[in-house]
């Protein structure tokens, strides 16, 4: 039996007697509260009814926050989220990071001018140069990551793999998103702090603005997590089990955290809670994302929504989970969104649970979605499109298949940093995230192959294959799974 709509909203379940009846400003913000829990009831219905499992929560002013919820925290058992439970943020933690790493600016203990050399031993030429500033804004020129989120990577060999890993531009010449300068700047904040990335960012930064559920092992709770309806408890599906946490996550991406804390922080945004030097040197403006109409600060995106005015926002998930964390700075409103299972994309859910919650009806999609891609289910005949026929026909095989395709296919940095077992360990999980898909869209570049595929009863995931030439052929140098 479908489980009901859940609505939690504090102010709504207070009552009001005559003796004590609210002035005609409370009456018309409570009556606005009523009227957007209504409005999202109606649109987490319909979701639900598609099979959507999640949460939409929202924080305006001094106002009872509210989270409407629909299928479960933990698929097979009837436990509803709440304000409280934990989840996985995905990239959003590179906001947080920012916000770190901009604390220490305006304490004048980073220079967001300094440069790798400056931080670490025996940077190769190629990214000596390369700035603080150039990290927390994708102008770094690195790829897309430096590791398996759910396999062991320490400090030192996320070093290692970074160092090693050739750019894909030239330092501040280009925006490409990429995990790996969050985690460089996460390693420069242990440096400069004398204290573990996770004990700075939750002890020094996050307590004192009182939002204390966010962090790795230190802050997370197993009683009071989400799981995934695919893949398993949160620490199975986002952490691997592993502590400590791998660096292929730390800095970028992994942090967990409540509603009720993200919506204290963009609360903090909005109302000018902040400390004003922290918040002008994290929040400004800095360097425009290609093709989403939008500008990225340190680790947090600035967006223009027409009658909406201006935004501050970030997104982050894996294949288990997606959650948007959205602050619209003129009507003061902040609102997350988070999906743990279904058929429903958070893409998908995000737009009407917005419109519903600000009575604009947007069409969202994600700036980040690729509008380039060909509706296809043919791969291209060229040696990218060849590369992936390999790829995705060792993908529901067996250790024996997926060892010949490392050993013969993979760019020899990769394995030189990494052993063939290690990459062939990877391959039962990259069996859960893409096995049994088809393909519906490509798109293709010098630098990448893309595919949409899909599943019944499932959200379309986004497999990206990079790749570089050696002896004479194209090999596998990155996999990402969005």
């Not at 380039?372 to 067996?398: K, Q, R």
Request: aromatic share 8%; proline share 6%; charged share 20%.
């Amino acid at each position: 039996m479908r489980r009901p709509i859940t609505i939690a909203l504090a102010a709504l379940l207070a009552t009001t007697s005559p003796a004590c009846a609210a002035s005609g400003s409370e009456t018309e913000a409570s009556q606005e509260a009523r009227d957007i829990a209504a409005s999202l009831a109606v649109a987490m219905q319909a979701l639900e009814a598609e099979g959507f499992s999640g949460f939409v929560a929202i924080a305006m002013h001094d106002r009872e926050p509210m989270i409407v919820s629909a299928g479960s925290a933990r698929p097979g058992e009837e436990i509803p989220y709440t304000l409280d439970t934990q989840f996985d943020i995905g990239s959003i933690t590179k906001p947080l990071t920012g916000l770190a790493a901009s604390k220490l600016m305006a304490e004048g203990r980073l220079d967001p001018d300094a440069t790798l050399s400056a931080f670490f031993e025996n940077v190769p030429a190629d990214k000596a140069s390369i700035t603080v500033h150039q990290l927390l804004t994708h102008m770094a020129g690195f790829g897309p990551g430096h590791g398996a989120d759910r396999q062991p990577q320490s400090r030192e060999q996320m070093l290692s793999a970074v160092f090693a890993e050739p750019l894909n531009s030239a330092p501040g010449s280009r925006y490409y998103y990429s995990n790996t300068g969050f985690s460089l700047v996460a390693a420069i904040i242990e440096d400069i702090t004398g204290k573990s990335y996770e004990a700075y960012l939750v002890e020094d930064v996050l307590k004192p603005l009182g939002i204390e559920s966010t962090g790795y092992r230190m802050a997370f709770d197993p009683s009071r997590a989400d799981a995934s309806d695919r893949y398993g408890t949160m620490d199975e599906a986002s952490w691997g089990e592993l502590d400590p946490i791998s660096w292929a996550l730390v800095g970028n991406g992994g942090l967990v955290s409540s509603a009720r804390d993200l919506l204290n922080l963009g609360q903090g945004i909005a109302a000018g809670g902040l400390d004003p030097q922290v918040a002008n040197i994290w929040l400004q403006p800095r360097v425009e994302e290609p093709g989403g109409g939008s500008d990225y600060g340190f680790g947090i995106v600035n967006q223009e929504l027409g009658a909406l005015g201006p935004a501050l926002w970030h997104n982050g998930g894996n294949p288990a989970f997606q959650t948007e964390w959205w602050t619209f700075l003129d009507s003061g409103m902040t609102i997350v969104v988070h999906r743990n299972g279904g058929p429903v994309s958070i893409d998908d859910a995000f737009g009407p649970l917005l419109g519903a919650a600000t009575g604009s009806e947007l069409g969202f999609a994600s700036p980040e979605a690729d509008t380039e891609m060909a509706e296809t289910s043919e791969l291209p005949a060229t040696p990218a499109g060849a590369l992936a026929a390999d790829f995705l026909g060792v993908v529901n095989e067996n250790e024996e298949a997926w060892r010949g395709f490392v050993e013969t296919r993979m760019f020899s940095k990769l394995l030189d940093l990494m052993p063939v077992d290690e990459h062939v360990a990877q391959y039962p999980m990259l069996r859960d995230d893409i096995g049994g898909r088809s393909i519906a869209a490509v798109a293709e570049d010098e630098e990448a192959i893309r595919l949409r595929l899909v599943a019944d009863g499932q959200p379309p995931l986004m497999l990206v294959l990079f790749h570089a030439e050696e002896d004479g052929m194209l090999k596998l140098r990155g996999i990402a799974v969005e």
